[in-house]
């Protein structure tokens, strides 16, 4: 286990929130455990629907949430799985939904498109 492994592991075991590493941005994070969604969906899950955003770390607890819901159901939170694979397991199942909803058609990648104004939204919150 790196150094940045470590700061993201002691993070995840805080029961209030998770704060970011530089893990986060330095791309080597491959080996974070998807248990750290749990504590990170943990800073919105007192809060009544729909929560309230008050920060960027709201909209990553939100979307811990999801993932944490998508792990468990799919026994990848008690396989141990990285956080990444939760992420490309859970983008994969959301490509076949955009396929079943023609948001995407299987010879023309709309794909593309969405991601570039989630892209431009995740820019904008900086």
């Known amino acids: 286990m790196d150094h940045r492994t470590a700061g993201y592991i002691a993070t995840a075991t805080k029961a209030e929130t998770a704060q970011p590493t530089e893990c986060m941005f330095d791309g080597a994070c491959g080996d974070v455990p998807s248990r750290l969604l749990e504590s990170m969906a943990a800073r919105i899950t007192d809060q009544f629907s729909p929560i309230q955003i008050r920060d960027n770390e709201d909209r990553a607890a939100l979307a811990a949430e999801a993932l944490w819901l998508f ?6 939170a008690q396989d141990g799985e990285s956080l990444e694979t939760v992420l490309i397991d859970f983008l994969a199942d959301v490509f076949h939904l955009c396929e079943q909803t023609a948001l995407m058609q299987s010879e023309d990648l709309m794909l593309s498109g969405i991601f570039s104004t989630a892209e431009m939204h995740f820019r904008m919150d900086q």
């Not at 792990?71 to 990848?76: D, K, N, S, V």
Request: hydrophobic share 35%.
């Open 71 to 76: 792990a468990q159901r799919t026994g990848l």
